[in-house]
């Protein structure tokens, strides 16, 4: 028996994949420090190393989504965002400021890391501020499309002009089967 996958579409932009913890049908996806270690464990690839996640974590997060969510929605058609909304994303982007420090290694010679100061929330609220700044400003950003699949409110940012779902593979499975059920009903 095969699982559902914790989260439905993950690899997208980071602030969809954020705004994607909330499908129908399952809830808020990261409502509680479970949640969030969960999908933070996800993302690690983009966000780094999960770090201990608490009450404060799972609030800033969540002020960030909402604030996002409604920047996109109007970002989406073209609109001003909400200054509400602009306001509290910026916020979190300043509330841990980001500098790059250089560290010499054997193996890799230089590099320049990016390292935040601030409490841990804070840290992740402006990671993921400025992963909605990022979509915010893409040019794409009025190519962001929610799922065509019934009852899914996933949003993709399509990397080719005909994808109509998050996942083909579920929701545009579900459209071909009805569609298939649709044509080949008996008449009655």
């Known amino acids: 028996m095969t699982s559902t996958p914790p989260f439905p579409l993950t690899g997208e932009p980071l602030a969809l994949d954020l705004l994607n913890t909330r499908p129908t049908g399952?809830?808020?996806?990261?409502?509680?420090?479970?949640?969030?270690?969960?999908?933070?464990?996800?993302q690690e690839?983009?966000?780094?190393?999960?770090?201990?996640?608490?009450?404060?974590?799972?609030?800033a997060v969540h002020a960030v989504r909402e604030a996002a969510d409604a920047?996109?929605?109007?970002?989406?058609r073209g609109e001003r965002p909400p200054a509400g909304a602009l306001r509290t994303l910026n916020e979190a982007s300043a509330g841990a400021p980001a500098h790059r420090e250089l560290a010499w290694t054997p193996e890799t010679g230089l590099a320049a890391t990016p390292h935040r100061t601030g409490t841990p929330a804070r840290r992740l609220a402006a990671q993921l501020a400025?992963?909605?700044?990022?979509?915010?400003?893409?040019?794409?950003?009025?190519?962001?499309?929610?799922?065509?699949?019934?009852?899914?409110?996933l949003l993709f940012l399509p990397a080719h002009?005909?994808?109509?779902?998050?996942?083909?593979?579920?929701?545009?499975?579900?459209?071909?089967?009805?569609?298939?059920?649709?044509?080949?009903?008996?008449?009655?």
């Not at 966000?47 to 974590?57: D, I, M, R, S, T």
């Open 26 to 42: 399952a809830g808020d996806l990261i409502a509680g420090p479970d949640g969030l270690t969960a999908w933070l464990t996800a």
């Open 130 to 153: 400025d992963a909605a700044a990022e979509l915010l400003t893409d040019p794409r950003v009025r190519d962001v499309r929610e799922c065509e699949g019934a009852d899914c409110v």
């Open 71 to 76: 920047a996109l929605s109007a970002a989406r």
């Open 45 to 59: 690839d983009r966000l780094g190393p999960v770090a201990k996640v608490g009450p404060a974590e799972v609030a």
């Open 161 to 188: 002009p005909r994808r109509r779902w998050c996942v083909a593979s579920t929701c545009g499975n579900r459209a071909r089967v009805a569609r298939y059920y649709a044509r080949h009903k008996p008449c009655t």
